[in-house]
């Protein structure tokens, strides 16, 4: 089970904190990732992050603005988001891979688990 936090009402250039926890069958050291959806669009991916922590990824429209990171030992996976703009409105969600093939996943097809998601808007 992944269960996301943190969303909220910012103002353009501020900042917010997601956080995932992890619980159950999830709280194995998988790949996992931050997607967004914001309405009429299709998911899209935000920053993927790999078991260890040892590599990460980022969409273009956020790299240099938002940071994935994760505490294996405390079965949490977060989420910094500087610098935020309203086209960053969107419901948040995490997701893990149960699998190893890949260091992270971009694709949304390939995640086995997702949260429920957290909002977060941006007003301008």
């Known amino acids: 089970q992944l269960v996301e936090s943190g969303g909220g009402l910012v103002q353009t250039g501020g900042s917010l904190r997601l956080t995932c926890v992890v619980s159950?069958?999830?709280?194995?050291?998988?790949?996992m990732g931050w997607f967004r959806q914001a309405p009429g669009k299709e998911r899209e991916f935000v920053a993927a992050i790999s078991w260890s922590a040892a590599a990460t990824n980022y969409a273009d429209s956020v790299r240099g603005r938002f940071t994935i990171s994760r505490v294996n030992a405390e079965n949490r996976l977060y989420l910094q988001m500087n610098n935020l703009k309203p086209e960053d409105t969107a419901v948040y969600y995490c997701g893990a891979v149960r699998s190893y093939k890949s260091a992270y996943y971009t694709d949304a097809t390939d995640y086995t688990h997702w949260g429920r998601g957290t909002q977060v808007t941006v007003s301008s």
């Open positions: 159950g069958d999830t709280r194995a050291k998988y790949p």
